[in-house]
């Protein structure tokens, strides 16, 4: 069974204050996650230069956490005292995390397709740039000039096969060849950079353990080369994010003591030799920090038994967007039974006029009445975040459920007159 930090009677206390649906967070189980998360590489040496980051967080292995997956900075700021950096990829994240007044090397700008005015912000707040084309070396140092801090994101194409969400490395957008990696090394080089840093990211949700040592196993190779084609040093390398979360029960969470290991006798085997000790280690995912820690309260609305069986709820896509958009499978508890047969199929559905607006297709759960209370799982990545309007749908409240089991208002519903206020009604008619 999957785990859930609450019950019936615990969410009938939070309604008084709070109306469904709205998306909870477990803190506890969050910072404990990044403590562990952290924990299982801590034999990762720190880089050859000192980085220009807050004075606790990790030298050494280091997550930064990707913003896109829960960009809220009361979970920002939990996941940031438990050592985590963030990694950005558009303007509105860099300002949301300067807001929160985190600065420097604490930041990975990993953008692609980027404007100027982006990489501008990002130098302005010192963040480690990684680009994602070799044309952009000249671009960056054009338009706000070459750091002395630069990373570049390495698509390996044939060498590496991709997965179901992210797709083959050869058809995805991101990313250098290994040729002009190169090339856009040595521009940098010859530009004014003078710290490197070498990025992959080519898979999403993947929960074998193994993808992740074959890809530090990858870049490390790299490393080497480019320490003997270029002399040039590179003083980190960046796994990229997509360690994949057990959505379905039957499902096992990705073993970090497992890959530490792996990706330690690679580093030994390939790093070491080569005198290219120490090399940092970082990574930057999303999901995996956030997504088990969150779940969507809704109501059962109305039961409907046409040519199925259905569930409406009073939670749409506007709310979660992964079943209808990827199917992906979330799991539903209806609280209260727990513990009751799951002996009806039916399809969970929300309230918008498109037919993939379900949660849930043909699931098996205990019999829910009217005004039962279900809990979505793993909400707490690309839940709220990929939320959206269409069809005059607003977004629903964020709560965040503290270590002392109180429950704390982190963003308010948002109401008609949101959806109205870009509207230019003064020249009306
Ligand atoms: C989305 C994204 C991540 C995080 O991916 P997760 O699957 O949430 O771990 C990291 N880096 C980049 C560049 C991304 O686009």
Sequence with gaps: MKHIPFDKAFIEGVVKDHPTPFHIYDESAMREHARRFHAAFDWVPASVNTPDQSPDAPAGFRNFFAVKALPNPHVMEALHEEGMGFDCSSYAELVLVEKLGVRGEDIMFTSNDTPAKEYAKARDLGAIINLDDVSHVDYLAREVGMPELIC????????????????????????????????????????????????????????????????????????VELKEKLDIRIEFVNLGGGIGIPYRPDQKAVDYEYVSRGIRAAYEKVITPAGLDPLRIVMENGRVVTGPYGWLVTRVLHRKDTYKKYLGLDANMAHLMRPGMYGAYHHITVLGKENGPATETCDVTGSLCENNDKFAIDRELPPAEVGDYLAIHDTGAHGHAMGFNYNGKTRSAELLLRPDRSVKLIRRAETVEDLFRTIVWDNLG
Excluded: C, W
């Design 152 to 223: 570049m994101r390495y698509n390996p194409g044939p060498l590496k096969e991709g997965n179901v969400i992210i797709g083959n490395p050869e058809e995805a957008k991101y990313g250098f060849t290994r040729e002009q990696l190169l090339e856009g090394y040595r521009k940098a080089r010859d530009l004014g950079a003078r710290r490197f840093g070498l990025h992959t990211m080519v898979a999403s949700n993947e929960l074998n353990p193994d993808y992740f040592v074959e890809t530090a196993q990858l870049l490390f190779d790299l490393v």
